[in-house]
Nanobody, 121 residues
Framework: QVQLVESGGGLVQPGGSLRLSCAASGSISSINGMGWYQEAPGKQRELVATITRDGSTNYADSVKGRFTISRDNANNTVSLQMNSLKPEDTAVYYC???????????????WGQGTQVTVSS
């Protein structure tokens, strides 16, 4: 079994900052790509940022220059530093990881339970 557990969401004023963290645990052999996605009310889940095992990153245009994704391979964690937050960043944020379980030869996609981020004055 593999679990992804997010933390760090909450309510913040426009222009403020939040840091999201996600920890993967369980029977893990290795993790390839990790990322963050957002799902706003009435909208489909969208990519926010991804990071490869060697640290290459990719960002949605809407968050470039404001958000930074990072990961700790030794501890199987991924984080998202969110600065200069805007009301339109309000969404549930989901952690995602491509995990190879011990004994398997392939990677599977796993999701966290989501954490709410609300940007409002």
């Amino acid at each position: 079994q593999v679990q992804l557990v997010e933390s760090g969401g909450g309510l913040v004023q426009p222009g403020g900052s939040l840091r999201l963290s996600c920890a993967a645990s369980g029977s893990i052999s290795s993790i390839n790509g990790m990322g963050w996605y957002q799902e706003a009310p009435g909208k489909q889940r969208e990519l926010v940022a991804t990071i490869t095992r060697d640290g290459s990153t990719n960002y949605a245009d809407s968050v470039k220059g404001r958000f930074t994704i990072s990961r700790d391979n030794a501890n199987n964690t991924v984080s998202l530093q969110m600065n200069s937050l805007k009301p339109e960043d309000t969404a549930v944020y989901y952690c995602n990881a491509a995990v190879k379980r011990k004994g398997n030869w392939y990677h599977q996609n796993y999701w966290g339970q989501g954490t709410q981020v609300t940007v409002s004055s």
